[in-house]
Structure formats: structure tokens, C-alpha cells
């Protein structure tokens, strides 16, 4: 008798925000889908998620999308309802959207920025609330529920911009908050903490010189001397999404290269 394969999510679906760009929710909703998930993909650009649904189709994946800002409730109640409409259930949730708010005149003036505090807590901070508010009911139907919040090293120790290290704390406390909250509904909530990890966000396009230099004072801190890649991200989104850690809730789990350590 065969046993059964506990990363294989056949027959769950998984919403995935921040998905549209080369990033940790895009890199999770492929590896989601190419392990059996239907994937429902959520971003502000439409025609990223286009491209990124496209993509997975092509690998034989099921997938479809629906622009969302998340940092507007009404975009996640929606975003949910489309999910569900559209495959008839939700399981996992990954809220992978997020925005670094860091300024390239740095100093104390773009640190207190009130319009860049409020539009980073609006999308990392509020719309992890949001999506967990308007999808875990969704998520308990079927006993299997997971939500895999991302947060950052920044959560662990002072990096970034005031406002994403503000966040990605909040996410911290949050993640055994919800978990005790939602364990009765059969809901585990776990988070991975990336460490430095290319992504768009940390190598934006056309600032090749000021990522090198970036890099190469980064990649001296982490023990394992190198960045983190987008696939180091989506395994750990895979193993909290699965059945493989299905006695595991209220966890941290550090993706770092030993950077912490």
C-alpha cells in the first residue's frame, strides 16, 4: 500500500497576493500548481498576472486571477469571492504582497514620511488582515486550511525602512495570535522570514550598480555566502502549505543562510 505523498496539494485551492511580479508569491503559486493546487493569483498589475497565469497553463497548471489592491478591504472580500467562484473552495492562503518603502534619499525625513508609513501599512500590514478576515471561513471548510503569511528577517532584527520592519514585526506577532485563534476551525498559521532574497523589489530593474554593491555587502553577513533565491522561498511556502507540516501552527521558520545565526 502506497503512502500518500504529503506535499501533494491535488484537489486544494491556494490564493496567492503579490503574485505578479519575480518575486516570493509568484515563484509559490508556481510551485503550488506544478504540486497539484489550483492557484488563484491576486496583484495590483493585470498585466503581470496575465503573464504569470499564462505561464503556469503552459506547465500544465490550473490557474486563474483578479487584480486586487489589497490595502482596500473591499479588493479582498472580492479577491475571495472570485477565488471561490471560480474553483469552489479555498484552502491555503499565501499573502505574500508587500513593498519595501524605502527611499533613495534615505535619512530621517523619508524614515518619518506619514504618506509612505501609511501606504506600506496598507498593503503588508492591512492586507494580510484583510485576506485572513474575508478567507478563513473558506479556509476551515475542509479541514486542511493554511495560511502562510510572509514576513522578513527585518521582523527579527532592525533592517529596511521604518514602516516594512514595523510591519513585518506586526507579522511576527501576529502569526501565533492567529494560529491559536484559528486552530479550532482546523487552520494552521505559519510564516517563513526570508532573508536577503533577489526579488524585483530588491533588484529593481535598471539599478544593476547599486544591487552589486548591495549584494556584496549583504552576502558577507549570511554564513552560507549567498543570496537567497525565489525557488528557497516557495519550498518553505510549500512545506507550511502541506501536509508535510501538518503538526505545526503558530511557527516561525527562518530562510536566511544562517544570517540570524
Known sequence: MGTKNPYDLTGRVALITGASS???GNQSAKLLAAHG???FLTARREDKLKDAVAEIAASGGIAAYK????SRE???KAAVEACVNEFGRLDI????AGISGLSLSGGLEAAFDTDNWNKVLGINLDGVFYMVKHGYQECAKHGVGAIVPIASLAAWHAAGSVAYTATKGAIR????????LLAPQKIRVNTPYPGF????MTHPQGMDDLFAKFKEGNVAKIPLGRLGSVDDCANAVLYLASDASSFM??????VDGGELA
Open 249 to 254: 501552527t503558530g511557527q516561525h521558520l527562518v
Open 197 to 200: 532574497i533577489e526579488t524585483d
Open 93 to 96: 492562503m499565501v499573502l505574500s
Open 74 to 76: 473591499e479588493d479582498c
Open 37 to 39: 493546487a489550483k492557484v
Open 67 to 70: 487584480a486586487t489592491d489589497v
Open 173 to 180: 506577532s501576529l502569526t501565533p495570535c492567529l494560529a491559536k
Open 22 to 24: 519575480y518575486g516570493i
